[in-house]
């Protein structure tokens, strides 16, 4: 069984802390665009959370699967808006950080997943027909 | 003040309807999957999670989004 899931989740936080560390250093070089690189900080940090805590419902969900079990109820979809909301929450309302910033933070993960995905598909689709059948070229 | 609190419902609701079809197709699917082919689990949860990481990207901006709305009508 090929589990990419891991390998996936490597790279995608390995990407958003090279984004985290690019906005350390914008506020650092540029303290007086403090409000946005501050609100993208904390929306790239959010979008973190949202995407560690997706990839451990997939797991579950795809355990239960395969040990053909019921899934328990939860708040699915729910408790990761909430995540995005309490950063939101956070940077605009009690820091009073640029909404702007804090959006593109956001959305980090998810476009990383998106550059991610598309290109592990295209090296899947590029392989050579024998690949599948686990022969060495 | 009333259209703006209007703006972020439309907003969030919208962009919360598409997304929870999107994941209900993406989790039956990869459910079905797996119970069918169990050694394909890796890929398929790989697959899944991708998929439900774009499709849930949109209703979170929207909800942010409406958010600010909100924070502006009042």
Known sequence: ?137 | MVYGLLAAAIVFGLGAFGASIGNGMIFSKTIEGISRQPELRGSLQTTAFIGVGLVEALPIISLVLAFILMGQAE
């Open chain 1, 1 to 137: 069984m090929k589990d990419d899931l891991p390998v996936l989740m490597r790279k995608i936080s390995r990407i958003t802390f090279f984004f985290l560390f690019l906005g350390c250093l914008g506020w650092a070089i540029y303290p007086e665009w403090k409000e946005v690189f501050g609100g993208y900080l904390i929306g790239a940090l959010g979008s973190l959370l949202l995407t560690w805590q997706l990839a451990w419902k997939t797991v579950r969900v795809a355990d239960m699967a395969a040990g053909g079990r019921r899934s328990r109820g939860g708040f699915g979809f729910m408790s990761r808006a909430a995540i995005g909301l309490l950063a939101a929450v956070i940077s605009v309302r009690t820091l009073g950080y640029d909404p702007a910033a804090t959006v593109a933070g956001i959305i980090t993960a998810p476009m990383a997943t998106l550059v991610l995905g598309l290109s592990s598909i295209r090296r899947k689709r590029g392989g050579h027909p024998s690949d599948e059948r686990g022969e060495k070229q």
